[in-house]
């Protein structure tokens, strides 16, 4: 059996992270010991592993949910886990187009700044008049 603290270490996750995973239901309520610790097992070290690496990978809490509900009910169809993972590609994808397009508009604005003085320069000017952007861009974020 582990403490949350080790089990937070062996997860490379924080306390506070594993605490909220419990009180959204992510995580199952834990066992106690008659001090009232947590406890968890290999079961518990699994689940979190599986939510912290599909986090890394960048899917909703809410994705998560679903792909722990298909975990939990092997006999599910494997396609439901499918469409949740190529959504989660599809919205990479579209945050890379976006991270790519503005990549481009700073590198041309960088390379039109001649170095002057910010009178004249071009990155200013450019942050400050959107429609001298030649792409249209998102916040990025998520």
Same mark, same amino acid.
């Given at each position: 059996? !582990? $403490? =949350?603290?080790?089990?937070? *270490?062996?997860?490379?996750? *924080?306390?506070? $992270?594993? +605490?909220?995973?419990? &009180? =959204?239901?992510?995580?199952? /309520?834990?066992?106690? $010991?008659?001090?009232?610790?947590?406890?968890? #097992?290999?079961?518990? !070290?699994?689940?979190?592993?599986?939510?912290?690496? @599909?986090? &890394?990978?960048?899917?909703?809490?809410?994705? =998560?949910?679903?792909?722990?509900?298909?975990?939990?009910?092997?006999?599910? %169809?494997?396609?439901?886990?499918? @469409? =949740?993972?190529?959504? &989660?590609? *599809? &919205?990479?994808?579209?945050? !890379?187009? +976006?991270?790519?397009?503005?990549?481009?508009? !700073?590198?041309?604005?960088?390379? /039109?700044?001649? #170095?002057?003085?910010?009178?004249?320069?071009?990155?200013?000017?450019?942050?400050?008049?959107? %429609?001298?952007?030649?792409?249209?861009?998102?916040?990025?974020? #998520?």
């Amino acid at each position: 059996m !582990l $403490t =949350i603290g080790t089990l937070a *270490k062996k997860t490379g996750t *924080k306390v506070q $992270t594993v +605490r909220y995973y419990e &009180q =959204i239901g992510l995580m199952p /309520e834990p066992g106690r $010991t008659e001090g009232g610790q947590r406890r968890y #097992g290999d079961a518990e !070290l699994d689940r979190l592993s599986f939510v912290r690496h @599909a986090r &890394q990978l960048g899917f909703s809490l809410d994705a =998560i949910r679903e792909l722990l509900d298909l975990s939990d009910h092997p006999g599910k %169809s494997c396609a439901e886990a499918d @469409a =949740i993972a190529r959504r &989660q590609l *599809k &919205q990479v994808e579209h945050r !890379l187009a +976006r991270l790519e397009a503005l990549r481009t508009e !700073l590198k041309r604005m960088v390379h /039109e700044c001649s #170095g002057g003085q910010t009178a004249d320069c071009r990155v200013l000017e450019v942050l400050r008049d959107h %429609s001298e952007c030649l792409t249209n861009h998102e916040e990025i974020g #998520g």
